[in-house]
């Protein structure tokens, strides 16, 4: 079905790019989401679905498992069987019950991390999951990895394994930890990611290396690594390992690197030195990388759009801190296509809920360029609040929706006056299918409350062999704004890149928006810069400790970030 003609093709390409049609350079596989194709497939976790109680979950994971809510749904491919990857989950306590539980035992999970299995493979088949189980204990197994000294890693609320990959001879799950929560906030900016050996026989998980710390300005916290086609390979012989990765949660543009498949586990060389390579940017069309994670840039940004389709004109977006949380990608052999989805778009002020949401973009090769991501799950515009997820109005008292267990205490999270809310979009590959001109993706989504998993699906146009001309798509050039550490004590660096050369303001302003300090100021060439705010004052003596805002304004417009000192 590939009759539909490559002008048409082109001027689709030209409006999503924003650009006018140019010179042949390459064709793509043009993939445009078709408003209102996102929907639910089906409830993962529970015994009845939240929506339709009559409507019994495939797996009745609380009758199987004890498993009555959780989160993430990430999966990978191992063998036969898909992989899924939950984390902070509600066991059938009875705390729940007899609300929500029809039945009961002896659990109390509040931070549990279980793995399931499924050989599902037929995409109009609902998702039987199998729960990894102690054979002798007839109990529900979950994520407990130890150091190889025999030190566990505390596994607390928020510290899940959020990726995993099988290397052939191996298993490997990617774990952030590191999660603090303070006056039940989550505070996220003191995570890492570890590499963690799961061996599914022995019902084992070791610990290994460390591969990001959000704290020291890391960008693969959380993670989607993914096993390399050989057409995209540097050498025909050893197969490498990409991966996509986030920086700190809600706090981060996508980021790429990559490493010898035999060196995932150990991330060093024979000669013991670092064996990752991050990509750097594209020079005359080719990925470029570096050795270390502080010159990594990013390869989709949250989120450049002129338009995201809901009537709020972004031209471009306003560059406010990136907000990414979670993040997936697979390789689709039918389409020579990577496709990547994660969730961001949070934006301050009044369109926050217009923007917030899913978003999906593709690529010929997974340095890019990377389409224009296109919102494709948005809970208002979508229809979301009041039919899947509960919705509550705090101003008139009115509810809707299902109300079902939230995480956590009942009486702090209601399920009868807290929202739900969505996050973690994680694609199935295998359920993805091709009919003519459609592409349809299956993908888990994370609901607040109730709190479970549910499998959504949505469609895109596929618009075949579009010629793209010499200049689209490209990454938009981009005013950049970053900082590190962050929290810090004695002092930060604070780097920015300017797409064009011009005049520079960068100011440490204080929560109501008077400056601390003046960083920068005068004329500066396109590019990376950087400057240190050792925390200082204009004034003189050091500023308190407490939450700051970095503004950088030049050329392309104004960024600001957040930054925090601590004592």
Known sequence: MRSRSRLH??????????????????????????????????????????????????????????????????????GDSLIMLFGDTIGASSQYVPRWADSLNDFRWAAREPLASSRTSDRDSLLLLSFYRDPVADTTITLAPVYPDGTPVPMGADDIPNSGIDL????????????????????????????VRFDPTQRT???????????????????APVELPMQFASSSTDSEVVIFGLGEYRQSDVYL????????ESGVKADSTPATRYFTGLVNGQPA????????????????????????????????SPTSGNLSAVWSPALNL???????????????????GFYFTYASAPWGPWMPPQLV????????????IHHYDHNTGVESGPAGPTIGSQTINDPDTTSGGTF?????????????????????????????????????????????????????????????????????????????????????????????????HGPFAAGRHEARWDAGSDAGGLAPAGLYFLRLRAPGGAVTRRIARVE
């Open 9 to 78: 093709a082109a001027l689709l390409v030209a409006a999503i790019c924003g650009a006018a049609p140019a010179a042949v350079a390459t064709t793509i596989d043009v993939l445009t989401w078709i408003p209102g194709s996102t929907v639910k497939v089906e409830q993962l976790i529970g015994d009845h679905d939240w929506v339709d109680t009559t409507r019994t979950v495939r797996s009745r994971t609380v009758t199987e498992a004890d498993v009555l809510g959780n989160g993430l749904g990430y999966s990978f491919e191992s």
């Open 168 to 195: 052939g001879n191996q298993i490997d799950l990617v774990c952030s930890i590191g999660t603090t929560i303070v006056n039940g906030v989550a505070d996220h900016s003191q995570d890492s990611s570890i590499v």
């Open 205 to 223: 998980f070791t610990a290994g290396r460390t591969i990001s710390r959000a704290g020291q300005n890391g960008h693969f916290v959380f993670t």
């Open 257 to 264: 690197s990559m490493i010898r498949k035999h060196r995932f």
């Open 289 to 320: 990388w570096g050795d270390t994670e502080s010159l990594a840039v990013p390869i989709v940004f949250d989120n450049p759009l002129q338009s995201i389709g809901v009537g709020v004109q972004q031209n471009p977006w306003p560059n406010d």
């Open 338 to 356: 990577w496709l990547m989805m994660f969730d961001g778009g949070r934006q301050p002020g009044s369109t926050r809920k217009q923007t917030e």
């Open 377 to 388: 799950l948005n809970s208002t515009r979508d229809s979301l609040e009041g039919v899947i």
């Open 424 to 520: 973690a979009p994680e694609m199935i590959g295998r359920l993805a299918r091709i009919a003519g001109d459609t592409l349809t993706i299956d993908y888990t989504v994370s609901t607040w409350n109730p709190y479970t998993v549910v499998r959504m699906r949505s469609a895109f146009l596929i618009h075949w062999n579009a010629t793209l001309g010499a200049d689209a798509p490209r990454p938009v050039a981009t005013l950049r704004l970053d900082a590190g550490p962050n929290p810090f004590r004695a002092g930060a660096t604070v780097a920015f890149t300017l797409p064009a050369a011009g005049a520079v303001d960068l100011d440490v302003l204080d929560v109501a928006g008077r400056r601390v300090r003046r960083l920068a």
